[in-house]
């Protein structure tokens, strides 16, 4: 389903659905924040990531997109304004930890979240941390790995892979975890044009909201055309 297609289909809803999709499941508010003994990166940022929608986050390098993504995820604590997800706010770890098992993070290096011996090792990682047990996680690799096409590389050695293939299973290591929002740092990153197809057909085909950070124009017309500027340490929706 394409991004115009999911927009239609949520107005059609009925009142008592889009009254569901009126709560963010991610805001910022007023957000600001300095590196010490350094000029601010945000100052007043806000913005707001709906049920369903599909943003980008887009900026010159160094305006803090990366920092913006921190943020949203507790790995760094803003200076000033409030960060809410899911109707409640997030202020200590306690608060960011219940988020994150809602929220996936494709990392930008797809090394730095596989480490594993094998595929299926690192897809059931996250499931096991969530209690499931042995079994259960088994079914989760087997039924997410089907889903995206993946099946052939379950008993892959992780670091034989290549880039494009690393970046697939990344994917699937987050989505084992079924988040309701998924989060996609430069997602197209040492892919080939197979892959790179691929990941849009995937993409495509998943129900979560997305954030998007990508350098592609392309890649952010299929996915993500909306979303919010970066730029003079404020956002500003396009």
Request: charge should be negative; hydrophobic fraction near 40%; proline fraction near 7%.
């Amino acid at each position: 389903m394409s991004p115009t297609e999911r927009q239609t289909e949520q107005a059609d809803m009925p009142a008592t659905s889009s009254s569901l999709l009126r709560t963010p499941l991610i805001e910022l508010t007023d957000l600001s924040f300095a590196y010490p003994g350094l000029e601010p990166v945000l100052e007043g940022a806000s913005m707001r990531l709906m049920p369903g929608e599909r943003l980008s986050l887009v900026g010159p390098n160094g305006a803090g997109k990366s920092t913006l993504l921190k943020i949203i995820m507790g790995l760094l604590a803003p200076t000033g304004g409030t960060i809410t997800a899911f109707g409640k706010p997030c202020v200590v770890e306690a608060d960011f930890h219940d988020m994150r098992r809602r929220v996936g993070l494709v990392f930008q290096d797809a090394d730095d979240q596989l480490f594993c011996p094998t595929v299926a090792e690192d897809v059931a990682f996250g499931p096991l941390n969530l209690g499931k047990s042995k079994h259960e996680a088994l079914a989760i690799v087997d039924r997410v790995l089907t889903r995206l096409g993946l099946t052939h590389l379950r008993d892959r050695v992780t670091h034989k892979l290549s880039g494009g293939e690393k970046r697939l299973v990344t994917l699937a290591t987050v989505l084992a975890m079924e988040p309701e929002v998924l989060i996609l740092d430069e997602p197209t990153n040492a892919l080939d044009p197979s892959n790179y197809a691929r990941l849009i057909e995937i993409l495509n085909g998943l129900d979560q909201a997305i954030l998007l950070v990508s350098h592609d124009p392309d890649f952010r017309a299929e996915i993500a055309p909306r979303g919010y500027r970066l730029a003079g340490r404020a956002l500003t929706r396009f």
